[in-house]
Every structure is written in structure tokens, then in C-alpha cells.
């Protein structure tokens, strides 16, 4: 038992160097696209995680979080919908440092005006996960089919003869 304790302690700080060294690795300049790839694939886990705490903070602040599943799902799939558009948008930012780039996108989402100042219904989370859905369908035909299946229960087949 005092052998597995003492690996359970040696894997726990393994685990917090290769964090370490990680977050380390996301400050430093990356100069290619393929590194860029390299250098985000290996945090993944971290950038998602730090991307839904920026995203809690900022729901705490607007007085928009309650702690319940509903806004942590909803936190965890907003930070996704970051890293997704970091990842998208970043191997065009290279030389950059990844760490930075990706804190100033979620900044950036974060500090554009408030587009719903005119109905109370969208400052909720459903509210922001609708317009976030909208926003997204003019670019996805998945999310265009699942806005429509959503508003109005059309199925995939009907959407795409509409249009």
C-alpha cells in the first residue's frame, strides 16, 4: 500500500510538470503551422478548461451564474465554442504565442456590447446558446438544420429543400 501511495505522489507531480510544462510551451513564439498544431494539441485539455473558468468568471460578473449543471454544461460548451474558433483562426496568426492569442480571443468575445439590451430572455444562458446557434448557422449547415429543428421541428430533409 505505501508503494502505491508513493506512485499515486509520483504520477500526481508528473502530471503537474507536464502542466507546467505545457503552459510553458503555449508563452513561447511558435513560428509554423505544424508546430502551432504540435504546441495546441498538447494542451488541449488545459486551454478548454481555462477557456470555461473565463467563461464562469464572466457569467459570475454579469450576474448570469447560478451553480447548478445547467450553466456549468452550458460554461463547458461555450469555452469548447472558443477553443473551436482559436483553433480555426490561430494557424493563421502564426508566428504568434498561443497562450496570448487565445486569452485575446476570449477577451475579445467577451467585451463585445451587449447585443441583447432589448429583450430580457436572451441574457440567459438558453438565450445566449440560441443566438450562439444563430450565429453559427450562417456558416454551418448542421447548425442551420438544428436551429430549424429547434424553432420549428423541421428535420434535415426539409431544411435542405429549403434551401
Not at 509520483?10 to 505544424?34: C, I
Not at 502551432?36 to 464562469?56: C, E, G, H, I, S
Amino acid at each position: 500500500m505505501l508503494v502505491t501511495r508513493g506512485q499515486n505522489t509520483v504520477s500526481k507531480s508528473q502530471a503537474m510538470s507536464d502542466r507546467t510544462a505545457a503552459v510553458n510551451r503555449l508563452e513561447e513564439v511558435v513560428s509554423t503551422s505544424d508546430e502551432f498544431d504540435q504546441v495546441v494539441t498538447q494542451a488541449l485539455p488545459m486551454l478548454l478548461d481555462r477557456a470555461t473558468n473565463y467563461t464562469k468568471r464572466f457569467l459570475r460578473e454579469t450576474g448570469q451564474w447560478n451553480d447548478d449543471i445547467e450553466h456549468e454544461k452550458f460554461a463547458l460548451r461555450w469555452g469548447s465554442e472558443y477553443l473551436e474558433r482559436f483553433l480555426v483562426c490561430g494557424r493563421t496568426e502564426v508566428p504568434c504565442r498561443p497562450l496570448f492569442l487565445f486569452d485575446s480571443l476570449v477577451a475579445k468575445q467577451h467585451s463585445k456590447p451587449e447585443p441583447f439590451c432589448y429583450h430580457p430572455d436572451l441574457l440567459r444562458p438558453l438565450g445566449r446558446f440560441v443566438d450562439g446557434l444563430v450565429a453559427r448557422a450562417v456558416v454551418s449547415r448542421d447548425a442551420l438544420i438544428a436551429l430549424y429543428h429547434h424553432s420549428y421541428g423541421w428535420g434535415p430533409g426539409e431544411v435542405i429543400a429549403v434551401t
